[in-house]
């Protein structure tokens, strides 16, 4: 498939800076071969797996990088491994199984067989049957290992890159994430369960709908109504210097003026509305810091939240130009006590395909896909809170937007 050019950039993306984003980027089947090229298989670090999944040697676990298929497995030194999930032979898949043990990973088809670092290790009839056929002298087996990763791990969170040239993992980071990601994972980790959101539209349409921390007063009535997060509440929004990740955080204020919401009629006061169970918004401040909703979102794909004590891994798995996927990690401490994990547990209700808040996320990006039609040469607006790409103490921005699209549009070369 054709990928464009960088002749052809111009034409596509003529205005300078981040503030108007192209239609076409969300629905063009050669862009989305470009960012399988550029992007996740580049010079990015990608999320594959929370080391609790893999605890012992042989563990493995079968994920995406983007759309390529990918499994990490625990090697017998306890160092992490990761490797295209294709065999070499025919181009089947190796891991059928989302999560295993092997001592060797073996193809279905022709039982091409690979190790835990993805060298190939066994060819079946390589000698022939009978002295007749097989493989031919020049074949080696060395020349058809799989094609690696570099890995790296960081607060018990498993990351790999097709690049091996890649700047390190803290360094592709920076410290202020860093230490926001140790935030939320500072201790050992337990999955507490697991959730697949199917989303109508391209990934990027999520990518950009959990940076942008305004559209929660206006789309999620929950939030609104029952104060978890309001834009009267102190926070902020932390963006890296390459514009790739960012942070958006807020505390409750319990003496933040509610007049704005009132005024703009933004649905955040209502007779209509109540919880049966209230202590689905209960909370303990386990962090020390009063921070009671923390999104975190590392470029490409990753996404960590912290819902009061709802505690989220999310990886965005794009699924073709139009589609994509969600999957949602549940995970708490394995020092919680059990009313902490029946907190975690109540509170899930709150995020994932069917909760009181992420159902409008999942909603409202198939509204844009399905809006597409006809806007060749259209560009979106991206100019909340200025045109710059940087931190601000105001959520009312779109600043964290931008920033994507400062490091897309450098990956992407447009």
Request: charged residues 25%; hydrophobic residues 35%; contains cysteine.
């Amino acid at each position: 498939m054709k990928t464009p050019s960088s002749a052809a950039a111009p034409s596509l993306w003529p205005d300078p800076g981040f503030t108007h984003i192209p239609y076409e980027l969300y629905d063009d089947p050669e862009i989305y071969a470009r960012e399988r090229e550029r992007i996740f298989m580049g010079p990015t670090w990608n999320y594959l797996a929370l080391e609790c999944e893999i605890p012992n040697p042989g563990d493995y676990k079968a994920t995406t990088v983007g759309d390529v298929p990918v499994v990490v497995v625990r090697a017998k030194d306890g160092s992490v491994n990761a490797f295209e999930n294709r065999c070499a032979h025919r181009g089947a898949l190796l891991c059928l199984e989302r999560f295993g043990n092997a001592r060797a990973f073996t193809c279905v088809y022709h039982a091409w067989s690979y190790d835990q670092a993805g060298k190939l290790v066994g060819v079946a009839f390589e000698k022939g049957v009978k002295g007749a056929g097989g493989m031919p002298p020049s074949f080696k087996r060395g020349d058809h290992n799989l094609r690696t990763l570099k890995t790296a791990t960081k607060a018990g969170l498993v990351f790999g890159t097709f690049d091996h040239a890649a700047p390190s993992l803290d360094d592709y980071l920076g410290p202020e994430i860093g230490g926001r990601l140790e935030r939320v994972l500072g201790k050992p980790v337990k999955v507490l369960g697991y959730n697949t959101q199917v989303l109508r539209n391209n990934w990027k349409l999520y990518a950009e709908n959990v940076k942008d921390p305004y559209h929660a007063s206006i789309l999620h009535l929950f939030f609104t109504t029952f104060k978890v997060n309001r834009l009267t509440q102190k926070g902020g929004i932390l963006v890296d210097g390459s514009g790739a990740h960012h942070v958006s955080y807020s505390m409750i204020d319990g003496n933040s003026a509610e007049a704005e919401y009132r005024d703009a009629k933004l649905r955040s006061d209502s007779d209509e509305f109540g919880l049966k169970e209230p202590s689905l918004l209960d909370g303990r401040d386990e962090f020390g810091d009063g921070i009671t909703l923390q999104i975190l979102s590392v470029f490409p794909s990753l996404v960590l939240q912290q819902i009061r004590n709802s505690l989220v891994v999310r990886q965005i798995v794009p699924k073709g130009p139009d589609r994509s996927e969600v999957i949602w990690t549940h995970y708490g401490f394995d020092d919680d006590d059990g009313d902490l994990t029946d907190l975690r547990l109540r509170q899930a209700n709150m995020v994932g395909p069917a909760g009181y808040i992420s159902m409008e996320d999942g909603a409202v990006g198939a509204f844009v896909q399905r809006a597409l039609p006809g806007t060749r040469g259209e560009r979106s607006i991206v100019m909340m809170g200025g045109d710059g790409v940087e931190s601000q103490a105001s959520r009312a921005t779109e600043t964290s937007i931008r920033g994507f699209w400062k490091a897309y549009r450098s990956l992407m070369g447009l």
